[in-house]
């Protein structure tokens, strides 16, 4: 495998440099790809199948180079990275952080956003797909409720199930389905893979405060989900934040779950068949 380096050209100003997004894929990419200047390119970056979904928030130290976000979707099934989409979504302002998470469903095909920072701080959701000639729209926007903050801080969606973070003071995780009259939320960061779901949760204080820990749930059919593991911190204390990012792949006999903590340090969590998952 190769890779390729996706940036936006070089911008005018200096606060408004992004990061280099270095993608890994079967096929090397022979050049950067230049994209509309758009700051904090690569706030986020999911794949799946022949598509490559990127996050660029808009956000800058600068107030005067902020900008609304927007995504962009790439087709890479030639072996190049090819645009087909600039999303933005409905009512999007500057600050709203659309872009900030980012997941793709390759199934639908469909594409869902966060922008945390939105209605005043509640925060929204957007699901964009692909109709059948090719164009891609937004289908749906979903709103954090009053009194709450952040909702859209973390997306995950895979095959017409979608699961919406929400880590404020009280921290939940939304299920939302593709019906055939649209998408509708279930109720209530985390991660879907396999029909099972990894949700981080670093403000818990079962072992000291905010010493975190991951619950894993497993598909029971429609949107239900129900609890069958949880992982903590091996050394966990006050501050270690365990769960502060997850990711979970699921293969045919093994799932493995990458754990990200807030002492700096990542952990490797894996489970045979349905065994309870282990360092």
Partial sequence: ?????????SPAHAAMLPIALLIAAQSTFPAPIQETQVPSFGSDVAAEGTLLAVGASGAAASPANRRPGRVYVYDVSSGTAARIANLTGSGVTVGDGFGTAVDVDGFLPAVVVGAPNANGGRGAMFVFEQGAAGVWSE?????????????????????????????????????????????????????????????????????????????VFQRTGGPGFTQIDRAEHPSAATGTRHGADVALDVGNATARLRVGSGDDRAFLWQSVGFAPFAE
């Fill in 1 to 9: 495998s190769g890779y390729g380096a996706i940036a936006p050209p």
């Fill in 139 to 215: 289908v749906a926007r979903f709103d954090g409720a009053p009194g709450r903050d952040s909702y859209g801080a973390a997306v995950t969606v895979e095959a017409g199930i979608a699961v919406v973070g929400q880590p404020d003071f009280e921290g939940d995780a939304f299920v939302l389905e593709r019906e055939r009259s649209g998408w509708v939320e279930r109720g209530a960061a985390g991660h879907l893979d396999g029909g099972r779901l990894a949700v981080g949760a670093p403000g818990e204080d079962a072992l000291g405060y905010d010493s975190g820990a991951v619950y």
